[in-house]
């Protein structure tokens, strides 16, 4: 892909000012550097970089390899450096030309000398040695190097030898176009589907992520191979989105001073203050907003030079999509799976045409034509008149929400406009950015991709999704559920203090509007309004405490509502980022669907085992004696059991200790006597091995004996790659509950933690709650989340003499949110206790 630029005035040499080329590269790269800052002009620095790297590669072959190869070497550019798209801190792509092995002895030592010379002037240089006969052949596994000389253009050396490869070279590559075509579609669709197959990401990656300049470099790449199949002026529609991401990627060189791709939070701010980044005043929203418009131009381009080579390249797939063409009908003509519209005149004469499109889109996954979205947009002021008379659009809409495949029609709606001018509420979600490290996409892509969420869980075969599965099937209408969703963040493109109650607001104006039918709106308004409650209950409440099951119940309200809001949240989790619904999350959802539901349909026990049953055995009920009986709801008999033994074990040598794997969960359970600061010891020696506590439970008995069950994840598997490590971790705690170790010489030695990016950490907060719990104070601290956290809060409570019940613990990117149910002397605390705690507890939040 050559580059294409008007041509610019020659910089000045500097050759003769500065005595070395590293001198010449470092003078001139801070003047390309702040021309760039000063302009914007991205293209001026490509060409300027080219030429001072061709001048100084050609000057120094000229002075180190010249002698020793009059003849048999030529140096080439290839890759980004070959077609000139060399960035301030792109690798400078070489490739040195042989006529048969590559050279060695003094060759070999002079070829060393020339690529140490490079690097001493500060150039990233990448390069291969190949001779003519490599270069024209297809390599498994290396693709790049054939790739790479499709933009080749030579330096210096041997022009002859050169030739001779630009004479087979277009021979080769006509006969293996298909094969090399067929495996960069491939390789695109791979990397595409690592990053989930959308533009949307909240801290894109500008050069390998959809949308990016490996999405551009593949429509030339396939352009240059397959010229027919390729639109003739595929580089006029594309201008500005490589306007946009070369300046892009030329900021991010430059202001990190290495080849930084990714467009942080931070960047975006820095960027949007840059009299060049095309915002009137300093907005990072707008500038993103403008950058997903433009990645979206060369998704789609990069997007449709696949299908038609794909399309071409298969005469199986060519019978498929004519097949396809068979559900054209008197509206509509679907060709090469694009549908377009019969008449031009459609939109105008019946608006409610759309409608039927798009259900057609979702039926049968079929995609819009580009014509047809441009004439959407063209008579987008058609269509607003047609809604301002408020039409009974909802049966339209019923049918489309009630399809399989919604979700394809949601999209469709969305990427040609309709769903924003259909809800102006839409509009304000639009590729809009909220700095939320836990979230990795726009609201608008996180809102459709729960809608997708819901799809494949009606697929789901894993045991533990299947329960969410036949829920689902419980739900015999999904489409007022899918309207919730839809308008769940909404709120979130507003100034408001609760984007959950300014969301319900905006979708019972969208209900007036479309005639939603009255009896569904209590329904809508009460999940999007309630659908913070469910996540709430599982980061920061009991779930075995009676007051956790009320506090449900009350805000719930009904069996119907709970099932329909226990699916918007696992939609909503799951599509926070790829891995958000990690089994123990789900096991948590369950868990408060279960507590919610059991509350909704019977009454709870009592709060304490004064007497076990009597086929208990005397041993069995001593042990069980003054547990609270959330003891006995929260563990089987076989636990119980479990718990009974490891209890015979401790009375024989003080300490029981056992940890075990279930469901990707590690569970460990310590049985001892009570001492000052034992939670915490246990919590510090976890952590102390890199392991995330996920929750932790205190039971002590009237005999004294404490039961401490932590359940924790192992981020990085150590215990699973190293089994040993589970040995030695047991023998850790044993050795700090013995007081044989100092937990905090053990965490001075665990890693310090990546801090994340100025303006982004997260400020401390600690409260209280009297009224969660019956018989404990709920405190929840949230706080910059790092190694020893835990250890450090659960140390202040025992110092301020506090009996830790519960806790619970999540993580969410870098912000921690801990949750305690602590009493002293049994009781819940008093305020002044809780003044006290309050500026103990921050103190360590903060340190």
């Given at each position: 892909?050559?580059?294409?630029?008007?041509?610019?005035?020659?910089?000045?040499?500097?050759?003769?000012?500065?005595?070395?080329?590293?001198?010449?590269?470092?003078?001139?790269?801070?003047?390309?550097?702040?021309?760039?800052?000063?302009?914007?002009?991205?293209?001026?620095?490509?060409?300027?970089?080219?030429?001072?790297?061709?001048?100084?590669?050609?000057?120094?072959?000229?002075?180190?390899?010249?002698?020793?190869?009059?003849?048999?070497?030529?140096?080439?550019?290839?890759?980004?450096?070959?077609?000139?798209?060399?960035?301030?801190?792109s690798d400078v792509d070489l490739l040195f030309l042989v006529p048969e092995q590559p050279p060695t002895g003094a060759g070999k030592e002079a070829l060393s000398r020339f690529l140490q010379t490079g690097w001493d002037c500060g150039l990233r240089l990448s390069h291969s040695v190949h001779n003519v006969r490599d270069c024209c052949e297809l390599h498994e596994g290396n693709l790049e190097l054939t790739i790479s000389l499709l933009d080749l253009r030579f330096l210096a050396g041997d022009v002859e030898l050169f030739g001779r490869l630009t004479e087979r070279l277009p021979k080769f590559l006509q006969s293996q176009r298909s094969t090399i075509s067929r495996q960069l579609c491939k390789l695109t669709r791979q990397r595409h589907h690592k990053l989930q197959d959308t533009i949307y990401h909240l801290e894109p990656n500008?050069?390998?992520?959809?949308?990016?300049?490996?999405?551009?470099?593949?429509?030339?790449?396939?352009?240059?191979?397959?010229?027919?199949?390729?639109?003739?002026?595929?580089?006029?529609?594309?201008?500005?989105?490589?306007?946009?991401?070369?300046?892009?990627?030329?900021?991010?060189?430059?202001?990190?001073?290495?080849?930084?791709?990714?467009?942080?939070?931070?960047?975006?701010?820095?960027?949007?203050?840059?009299?060049?980044?095309?915002?009137?005043?300093?907005?990072?929203?707008?500038?993103?907003?403008?950058?997903?418009?433009?990645?979206?131009t060369l998704q789609r381009a990069a997007l449709r030079s696949m299908e038609g080579f794909e399309e071409k390249s298969s005469s199986l797939l060519a019978g498929f999509r004519d097949w396809r063409s068979r559900l054209s009908s008197a509206e509509f003509t679907v060709s090469r799976d694009r549908v377009l519209f019969r008449s031009p005149q459609q939109i105008d004469t019946d608006p409610s045409v759309l409608f039927r499109l798009f259900a057609l889109v979702g039926r049968h996954q079929v995609s819009l034509h580009p014509d047809t979205e441009r004439k959407i947009v063209s008579r987008r002021p058609v269509f607003e008149s047609w809604l301002a008379a408020r039409p009974p659009v909802w049966p339209a809409l019923h049918s489309i929400l009630t399809l399989p495949r919604a979700s394809a029609a949601l999209r469709a709606m969305h990427d040609s406009g309709v769903l924003g001018t259909l809800f102006p509420a839409w509009a304000g979600i639009e590729s809009h950015v909220v700095r939320?490290?836990?979230?990795?996409?726009?609201?608008?892509?996180?809102?459709?991709?729960?809608?997708?969420?819901?799809?494949?869980l009606a697929e789901a075969k894993e045991p533990e999704r299947r329960r969410f599965c036949n829920l689902l099937s419980e739900v015999e209408d999904l489409s007022v559920l899918s309207l919730a969703l839809i308008f769940h963040d909404t709120g979130k493109g507003a100034e408001s203090d609760s984007h959950a109650a300014e969301s319900a607001r905006l979708a019972a104006d969208a209900a007036e509007q479309i005639?939603?039918?009255?009896?569904?709106?209590?329904?809508?308004?009460?999940?999007?309004?309630?659908?913070?409650?469910l996540p709430s209950a599982m980061n920061?409440?009991?779930?075995?405490?009676?007051?956790?099951?009320?506090?449900?119940?009350?805000?719930?309200?009904?069996?119907?509502?709970?099932?329909?809001?226990?699916?918007l949240t696992f939609a909503d989790i799951?599509?926070?980022?790829?891995?958000?619904?990690?089994?123990?999350?789900?096991?948590?959802?369950?868990?408060?669907?279960?507590?919610?539901?059991?509350?909704?349909?019977?009454?709870?026990?009592?709060?304490?085992?004064?007497?076990?049953?009597?086929?208990?055995?005397?041993?069995?009920?001593?042990?069980?004696?003054?547990?609270?009986?959330?003891?006995?709801?929260?563990?089987?008999?076989?636990?119980?059991?479990?718990?009974?033994?490891?209890?015979?074990?401790?009375?024989?040598?003080?300490?029981?200790?056992?940890?075990?794997?279930?469901?990707?969960?590690?569970?460990?359970?310590?049985?001892?006597?009570?001492?000052?600061?034992?939670?915490?010891?246990?919590?510090?020696?976890?952590?102390?091995?890199?392991?995330?506590?996920?929750?932790?439970?205190?039971?002590?008995?009237?005999?004294?004996?404490?039961?401490?069950?932590?359940?924790?994840?192992?981020?990085?598997?150590?215990?699973?790659?190293?089994?040993?490590?589970?040995?030695?971790?047991?023998?850790?705690?044993?050795?700090?509950?013995?007081?044989?170790?100092?937990?905090?010489?053990?965490?001075?030695?665990?890693?310090?933690?990546?801090l994340p990016s100025k303006n982004s950490a997260i400020p401390a907060s600690v409260s209280f709650d009297d009224?969660?719990?019956?018989?404990?104070?709920?405190?929840?601290?949230?706080?910059?989340?790092?190694?020893?956290?835990?250890?450090?809060l659960a140390s202040a409570l025992s110092e301020a003499g506090c009996s830790i019940e519960v806790v619970l613990v999540d993580t969410e990117a870098h912000k921690a949110i801990d949750v305690f149910y602590v009493t002293t002397n049994g009781r819940k605390l008093d305020p002044p206790q809780c003044g006290a705690l309050q500026a103990r507890l921050m103190a360590r939040a903060t340190g």
């Open positions: 892909m050559t580059l294409q630029k008007p041509s610019a005035s020659e910089t000045t040499s500097v050759e003769s000012l500065h005595s070395s080329p590293a001198q010449r590269v470092r003078h001139e790269s801070a003047e390309i550097a702040n021309a760039f800052m000063a302009s914007g002009d991205a293209w001026e620095v490509l060409a300027r970089r080219s030429r001072l790297v061709d001048g100084v590669l050609a000057g120094e072959f000229a002075r180190l390899l010249a002698l020793s190869f009059p003849s048999g070497l030529a140096l080439s550019a290839v890759g980004g450096y070959g077609r000139g798209e060399l960035f301030p801190h500008i050069k390998e992520g959809p949308g990016g300049l490996r999405d551009l470099h593949l429509t030339a790449w396939l352009a240059q191979l397959n010229p027919s199949a390729a639109a003739a002026n595929w580089r006029e529609e594309l201008a500005d989105p490589i306007s946009d991401v070369f300046r892009l990627r030329c900021f991010l060189h430059l202001r990190s001073g290495r080849d930084n791709n990714l467009l942080s939070f931070d960047a975006q701010e820095e960027y949007a203050e840059k009299p060049f980044a095309g915002v009137e005043t300093p907005d990072a929203a707008a500038v993103m907003r403008g950058h997903f418009r433009h990645a979206r939320d490290f836990n979230h990795r996409y726009t609201v608008d892509e996180h809102t459709l991709v729960t809608i997708e969420t819901l799809e494949k005639g939603l039918p009255t009896e569904d709106r209590p329904l809508l308004d009460a999940l999007i309004r309630q659908h913070l409650v920061g409440r009991d779930l075995d405490d009676p007051a956790t099951a009320r506090w449900l119940a009350d805000r719930v309200g009904t069996i119907e509502v709970l099932k329909q809001l226990t699916l799951s599509a926070v980022h790829p891995t958000a619904m990690t089994p123990w999350r789900l096991e948590q959802l369950w868990r408060v669907y279960a507590t919610a539901h059991r509350e909704l349909t019977r009454e709870l026990e009592t709060d304490r085992i004064t007497q076990p049953a009597a086929a208990v055995p005397a041993e069995r009920a001593a042990f069980l004696k003054g547990f609270p009986t959330r003891y006995l709801r929260i563990h089987d008999e076989a636990e119980i059991a479990y718990h009974a033994q490891l209890d015979e074990q401790r009375r024989q040598t003080g300490t029981a200790i056992d940890i075990r794997k279930k469901g990707g969960v590690y569970h460990l359970t310590v049985l001892t006597k009570d001492r000052l600061f034992l939670f915490a010891s246990m919590a510090g020696a976890l952590a102390s091995f890199g392991m995330n506590i996920l929750k932790a439970e205190a039971f002590a008995n009237q005999q004294g004996t404490i039961l401490d069950t932590f359940a924790f994840a192992d981020p990085q598997r150590t215990l699973e790659l190293n089994p040993p490590e589970l040995d030695r971790l047991r023998q850790t705690i044993e050795r700090v509950l013995l007081g044989k170790l100092d937990v905090k010489a053990l965490l001075r030695n665990r890693p310090k933690p990546l009224e969660a719990s019956e018989s404990a104070t709920l405190v929840e601290v949230t706080t910059q989340d790092r190694p020893g956290l835990l250890y450090d």
